[in-house]
T-cell receptor, first 112, second 113 residues
């Protein structure tokens, strides 16, 4: 079975630009979560979507938004990019709210 | 605010010996704890979990111990193998709910042959 897939794997953007990251969960998984991992730190929770509804939001500014589609795939959007948004963005899926997360390999975003 | 702390950024052990990775937390509301392993260029992989109703959970070579009074948990790997070399993250949440899971900064384990 395919795991969680994320695209693109790497991305370079300029300050002020906008970026969209994509995630396909494991087949049958209805919950998708997004995490940001800055170098030297652990992943930090951004969003969770379950059955296409936002179920939780971490301490991130409104420049960050996400959505989940009917096929349970998800997009994370970041507007007005800042240098500090440079990080590894991880998507994770699970079969329900009480099962461990399965992470994708992440999208490495570099903002210059 | 760092509610989950892994104070050892790195650990090196000899193959066959025990590896002990430690994690402390400050939020007494946390009642579900997990360990993830991460290889370079890959996402974290779930290893083992424990709920606050237990003080020990074992899965093969991996055992997690929870000391609620000390707000401390540890991961024991016995025997350690070179393939265990990776970054290990401790994570905690309120409820067995992956919504807003808090991660530590990770400990890089190196197992020498």
């Amino acid at each position: 079975d395919a795991g969680v897939t994320q695209s693109p794997t790497h991305l370079i953007k300029t300050r002020g630009q906008q970026v969209t990251l994509r995630c396909s969960p494991i087949s049958g998984h209805k919950s998708v979560s997004w995490y940001q991992q800055v170098l030297g730190q652990g992943p930090q929770f951004i969003f969770q979507y379950y059955e296409k509804e936002e179920r939780g939001r971490g301490n991130f500014p409104d420049r960050f938004s996400a959505r989940q589609f009917p096929n349970y795939s998800s997009e994370l959007n970041v507007n007005a990019l800042l240098l500090g948004d440079s990080a590894l963005y991880l998507c994770a899926s699970s079969s329900n709210n009480n099962s461990p997360l399965h992470f994708g390999n992440g999208t490495r975003l570099t903002v210059t | 605010d760092q509610q989950v702390k892994q104070n050892s950024p790195s650990l090196s052990v000899q193959e066959g010996r025990i590896s002990i990775l430690n994690c402390d937390y400050t939020n007494s509301m946390f009642d579900y704890f997990l360990w993830y392993k991460k290889y370079p260029a890959e996402g974290p992989t779930f290893l083992i979990s424990i709920s606050s109703i237990k003080d020990k959970n074992e899965d093969g070579r991996f055992t997690v111990f929870l000391n609620k009074s000390a707000k401390h948990l540890s991961l024991h790997i016995v025997p350690s193998q070179p393939g265990d070399s990776a970054v290990y993250f401790c994570a905690a949440s309120v409820g067995a709910n992956n919504n807003d899971m808090r991660f530590g900064a990770g400990t890089r384990l190196t197992v020498k042959p």
